[in-house]
């Protein structure tokens, strides 16, 4: 479907530095009878300083050029003159430099390896208000955007105390829980409150099913233990270490 055709010839400044492109640029644009170059700037300080003498209805704005670059051009531009229409022209596809080039007050953004009327296609929609991105980096746009949006997968075991992900840990090591009971100084009975505690959190019914639990959620015996033990002697505060310590092995003496 051929776009409408303007019947306005919009006035451009071009801000490239590789003469010859520029000079491409300029005979292709006024070749499509849209647009009329009134400036050529070689670096972002002389795009700065032709845009406050010049006021054309768009600037094509290189963003990689010596001296004061292209980004830094546009931000001075845009505080400036707010109402600025500026579409970004470079060889960078990578969300990050989109994304700084977006920050800077762009209105579009398209990469040299674009087509021809791909440009055409920008000037149009950035002169009626609209933004617009490169088909070729329009899909890494849409990308980063979801990423950030969605919100990031929480563990399951989030919900647990540090007392409950700790007797879990033991469990999962194959202790009774009278034996959890005598490592970390507690009764039977609330050892067994606590297992109860944690199954039903996490919706499980019997060892099986905690094991099974453990491997489809990839969580780790040992960041499950250090991240638990950690927390329990940060929330003991003064409380002797030796309450902490695993208890010595009897000797021949002892037993």
């Known amino acids: 479907m051929t776009e ?18 520029r000079q491409s640029l300029k005979a292709y644009l006024e070749t499509q009878g849209l647009c009329e170059v009134i400036g050529e700037a070689q670096d972002g300080r002389e795009a700065m300083r032709m845009y406050k003498e010049l006021r054309p209805d768009i600037v094509l704005m290189d963003l990689s050029m010596p ?59 950035v002169c009626r208000g609209e933004a617009y991105v490169s088909p070729e980096v329009s899909a890494t746009l849409i990308t980063g955007y979801l990423r950030s949006s969605r919100p990031e997968r929480t563990s399951p075991l989030e919900g647990l ?9 033991l469990v999962l090591q194959g202790m009774k829980n009278k034996e959890i009971a005598e490592k970390l100084f507690l009764s039977t009975r609330t050892v067994e409150k606590h297992r109860a ?32 033990y950690g927390a329990l002697r940060g929330a003991a505060g003064a409380m002797p270490a030796a309450l902490f310590a695993r208890p010595a092995r009897a000797t021949g003496a002892d037993a």
């Open 4 to 21: 409408h055709l303007d019947t306005k010839r919009y006035k451009v400044l071009l801000a490239e530095d590789h003469a010859l492109l």
């Open 197 to 228: 505690n944690f199954m039903k959190k996490l919706d499980l019914h019997n060892l099986h099913q905690v094991r099974e639990f453990v491997k489809a959620n990839g969580v780790e015996l040992e960041k499950l233990s250090s991240s638990a």
């Open 67 to 125: 001296g004061v670059d292209g980004m830094v051009a546009v931000k001075a531009i845009k505080r400036d003159f707010p109402d600025a229409r500026i579409i970004a022209l470079t060889a960078h596809r990578s969300e990050d430099y989109l994304h700084a080039a977006l920050d800077s007050g762009v209105d579009g953004y398209v990469v040299k390896a674009a087509s021809a009327e791909d440009l055409l296609t920008a000037i149009r929609a």
């Open 161 to 169: 105390t540090a007392r409950e992900r700790h007797i879990l840990q």
